[in-house]
């Protein structure tokens, strides 16, 4: 079955630390995205790609990076510099931008 | 920058009731979509509008974008407990990036 697999599901990591999240997808997409979900709000972007080696920053991308050397492959690297990194982590694609897009199961990470 | 509104914030209904969610853009849309996300699971694609005044139906839910491409609304009849969740609205303007609302957190009581 076609879909967006993102792992792990469950992350911790201590303060100061970089940690990178996978996102791969199957389903021949172009455009891959990274949301950010906070309890009770709604998602914010944070970087996307519309094509392979090409991205761009979205709303809140200071103290993140990412990289699309693969058409599969969008993983996000939360770094050291992101004042407030605990959150939901959602990936997602779509055949191209603005149309209807698919999610991955997400990444709760926690920074302690 | 492109802001989406979206109201309410919660709604409790008792099963068998309806519901309506309301979505407000700052700026014309090119289209409009709107999510559903299951408590602790992942938002998942319900539907996309593109023409003026368009309204889609899915079953139970109706879906509408307004005259002005800057509004939209989607109302489900006889609510059940399987549609508990949060309903996203998302809009794609002339910044080429799809803007999520607040959601708004559906809980249908037996």
């Known amino acids: 079955d076609g879909g967006i697999t993102q792992s792990p599901k469950y992350l911790f990591r201590k303060e100061g630390q970089n940690v990178t999240l996978s996102c791969e997808q199957n389903l021949n997409h172009d455009a891959m995205y990274w949301y950010r979900q906070d309890p009770g709000q709604g998602l914010r972007l944070i970087y996307y790609s519309q094509i392979v080696n090409d991205f761009q920053k979205g709303d809140i991308a200071e103290g993140y990076s990412v990289s699309r050397e693969k058409k599969e492959s969008f993983p996000l690297t939360v770094t050291s510099a992101q004042k407030n990194p605990t959150a939901f982590y959602l990936c997602?694609?779509?055949?191209?931008?603005?149309?209807?897009?698919?999610f991955g199961s997400g990444t709760r990470l926690t920074v302690v | 920058g492109q802001q989406v509104m979206q109201i309410p914030q919660y709604q409790h209904v008792q099963e068998g009731e309806d519901f309506t969610t309301y979505c407000n853009s700052s700026?014309?849309?090119?289209?409009i979509q709107w999510y559903k996300q299951r408590p602790g699971g992942h938002p998942v694609f319900l539907i996309q509008?593109?023409?003026?005044?368009e309204v889609k139906k899915q079953k139970r839910l109706t879906f509408q974008f307004g005259e002005a491409k800057k509004n939209s609304s989607l109302h489900i009849t006889a609510t059940q407990t399987t549609d508990v969740g949060t309903y996203f609205c998302?809009?794609?303007?002339?910044?080429?990036?799809?803007?999520f609302g607040s959601g708004t957190q559906l809980t249908v009581l037996p």
């Open positions: 998302a809009g794609f303007g002339s910044a080429r990036q799809l803007t």
């Open positions: 997602a694609s779509s055949v191209s931008t603005g149309i209807g897009y698919t």
């Open positions: 509008l593109v023409k003026s005044g």
């Open positions: 700026t014309t849309l090119s289209n």
